[in-house]
């Protein structure tokens, strides 16, 4: 666990906290470019500042706010890595790991708040080290006096008051030092940021999508939803069954069989949410699923991110996927452009760019029989053609913020089924979801 550091609640803290990054990455930028100097060479402003001794500024300072500035890092690092300057995605990148927990103090302060200060009578035990610490709030283990086990996620104090001042004000800092691509549009990437933030600082929310998607599963074997602490729960404390589990990675060296059931049912997850329920859980990140053997469950865990799409959308996306696994080009680009990867203003070239990409996007659904999703490579040429739509053709526009949402989900899973080097017939399992229309 890393060290504890208290989080800056108030905007005018926030604010100083980013006007402090900001003078340390300039003071560093004139530091290196003298050394340099007295050196004999004559550098250039961009190697100035992406030192690493800057990188570690931007990392350690937007990890030790949390919330809003540490997301657009992480989203930044996520959506626009492929072509972000170098070595900023993997200093963005460094913003996935745990966040520094707060002290004991400010933990105790948030529970005053949420519970009154008598709030420890109702526990047997309430284990003050986190079992997890991220950018909106911290997960704790605890038992109540009457034998529960629960899982106590407390959000971080003034975080949810602050997420849309902190995204403008990390972007203006983003902007002042040049460190996005010129013609890169990251106004959809900001929507989705606040939107995403918003979402995950509403504990009462997410708590009913704990129960929503507890109820959609229903006796479905394989997948388990926490059970909310309905007594315990608040704006900014949500309270949920602990359920132990060893880390989704640990299946990596599992046998082949129990990899692969496990795939084809995260899988199945993946396109109920999508096609049948129009509710899904867009959070790509590992820690959100954890594997009980002895039962043979994967727990589904961390619903703050948790979308609900228009129903036009998603029978739009359905289209957009039936046409690309046909050869009809001209079905498959006006579907694109339903689902708004094609503007009617865009030429020739962006277009065929776009249908490229869906196509090679598309390649597990086509392949014919279970695509081995540990030696593709696909991930790597899809990459590769953002890179080059973006650099070379100059094309910095994003998808709409709700097809962003749906990209983070497959693309995790992707992700996820390379990691557990798994075999899934893509085909079969989407097959049923295109068939039928709601």
């Known amino acids: 666990m890393q060290q504890q550091r208290s989080v800056p ?8 906290q980013l006007g402090r990054l900001g003078s340390g990455i300039a003071g560093g930028m004139v530091g290196e ?56 995605p993997d200093i963005l990148s460094r913003l996935r790991e745990q966040a520094n927990p707060m002290p004991l103090g400010q933990v105790a302060a948030v529970l005053d708040g949420a519970w009154g200060s008598d709030w420890k009578n109702r526990f047997r035990r309430f284990h003050f080290t986190p079992l997890a610490a991220a950018s909106i709030g911290q997960v704790h283990a605890a038992e109540t006096k009457d034998g529960r086990r629960l899982a106590i996620k407390i959000q971080y104090p003034g975080i949810a008051r602050s997420i849309d001042s902190d995204l403008d004000n990390v972007m203006a800092l983003l902007r002042m030092f040049r460190l996005l691509p010129a013609g890169l549009e990251i106004e959809p990437l900001i929507t989705v940021a606040k939107s995403q933030l918003h979402m995950e600082a509403d504990y009462l929310q997410e708590a009913e999508h704990l129960r929503t998607y507890a109820a959609n599963l229903g006796s479905q074997p394989g997948l388990r939803v926490p059970e909310v602490a309905e007594d315990l729960t608040t704006a900014t404390v949500l309270a949920m069954e602990l359920v132990d589990g060893e880390p989704i990675e640990t299946l990596a060296s599992a046998p082949r069989e129990v990899r692969e059931r496990v795939a084809v049912r995260l899988t199945e997850l993946a396109l109920r949410e999508l096609f049948d329920w129009r509710l899904m859980q867009t959070d790509p990140n590992f ?11 994967v727990i589904l865990l961390d619903f703050g991110a948790t979308r609900r799409f228009e129903p036009a959308l998603v029978e739009a996306f359905r289209h957009l996927v ?24 865009d030429g020739p070239a962006y277009r065929r760019a776009v249908i490229d990409m869906i196509v090679a996007a598309a390649e597990p659904a086509r392949y014919p029989g279970a ?6 490579d696909l991930s790597e040429r899809l990459g590769q053609h953002v890179m080059e739509m973006h650099t070379q053709q100059g094309f910095g526009r994003m998808p709409p913020p709700d097809i962003l949402y749906i990209h983070r989900k497959l693309g995790g899973l992707y992700l996820l089924l390379k990691r557990l080097r798994a075999r899934v017939p893509i085909a079969e399992l989407i097959a049923p979801h295109l068939l039928r229309r709601q």
């Open 9 to 16: 609640s108030s905007r005018l803290s926030r604010l100083v």
């Open 33 to 88: 470019g003298l050394r340099q100097l007295g050196s004999g060479n004559r550098p250039k402003a961009s190697d100035l500042l992406l030192t690493p001794a800057n990188a570690r500024r931007l990392a350690e300072r937007l990890s030790e706010m949390r919330g809003a500035a540490m997301k657009i890092g992480q989203l930044l690092s996520m959506e626009a890595g492929d072509i972000l300057p170098d070595p900023l």
């Open 371 to 376: 695509y081995d999703f540990g030696v593709a």
């Open 322 to 345: 039936e046409a690309s696994l046909g050869d009809d080009e001209q079905a498959l680009e006006q579907a694109a452009t339903d689902v708004g990867y094609i503007d009617p203003e």
């Open 287 to 297: 820690a959100n699923f954890r594997y009980r053997v002895e039962d043979d469950e």
